[in-house]
């Protein structure tokens, strides 16, 4: 079946450095999306990619989908406290429509 | 604008003991889905449903079942509670087919002991 993963597992940063996770998926996807999730919260949606090569931009994060449609990255710009969370990729792939969720980034910023 | 409402938000089950998640949604989804996360860990799908009347096994379905009997709840039994279920369980919706986001709910925290 269809596996997405997610690396770091975790990162700490001094605040105001760049913060980037990666997604790599086992099979070609047809839309990746993100996710972010607070301390003692719920996943909340931040972005869709569909395009090969596509590249979207959120204030200071920035969000890259793969040519190939198997891997994408977030990138955030001079992180800030309230940066801190997990970021979770999911992949949609096959013909379910079903979201494979990664494992999860855990970002914590040291202020 | 509630989404997607889950209850109770926290449990204490003794082992041996059964309880039902109760989770609706008021966008008219015709996907839900329940995931538990333990600590530190990612989202694992337990089962989901495309519509009502429908449900399927996720990637750990084993001491769990569900129903789907209208479009709006979707609930999540708890057989026979075992510590192994000591986790927090998330119900989500989406509208389905290509590129729907899930909402999810606040989420369930449940302990077994």
């Known amino acids: 079946g269809q596996q997405v993963m997610q690396i770091p597992q975790y990162q700490h940063v001094q605040e105001g450095e760049d913060f980037t996770t990666y997604c790599n998926s086992s099979?070609?996807?047809?839309?990746i999306q993100w996710y972010k999730q607070r301390p003692g919260g719920h996943p909340v949606f931040l972005i869709q990619?569909?395009?090969?090569?596509e590249v979207k931009k959120q204030k200071r994060l920035t969000f890259q989908f793969g040519e190939a449609k198997k891997n994408s990255s977030l990138h955030i710009t001079a992180t800030q406290t309230t940066d801190v969370g997990t970021y979770f990729c999911a992949g949609e792939g096959g013909s379910n429509y079903k979201l494979t969720f990664g494992k999860g980034t855990l970002l914590t910023v040291n202020p | 604008n509630a989404g997607v409402t889950q209850t109770p938000k926290f449990r204490i089950l003794k082992i041996g003991q059964s309880m039902t998640l109760q989770c609706t949604q008021d966008m008219n989804h015709n996907y839900m889905y329940w995931y538990r996360q333990d600590p530190g860990m990612g989202l694992k799908l337990i089962y989901y449903?495309?519509?009502?009347?429908?449900?399927d096994k996720g990637e750990v379905p084993n001491g769990y079942n569900v129903s789907r009997s209208t479009t709006e709840d979707f609930p999540l039994r708890l057989e026979l509670a075992a510590p192994s279920q000591t986790s927090v369980y998330f119900c989500?919706?989406?509208?389905?087919?290509?590129?729907?986001?899930?909402?999810f709910g606040e989420g369930s925290w449940l302990t077994v002991v």
């Open positions: 989500a919706s989406s509208g389905g087919g290509a590129g729907n986001t899930i909402y």
């Open positions: 099979t070609t996807l047809s839309n």
């Open positions: 449903s495309v519509g009502a009347g429908i449900t």
């Open positions: 990619l569909v395009k090969s090569g």
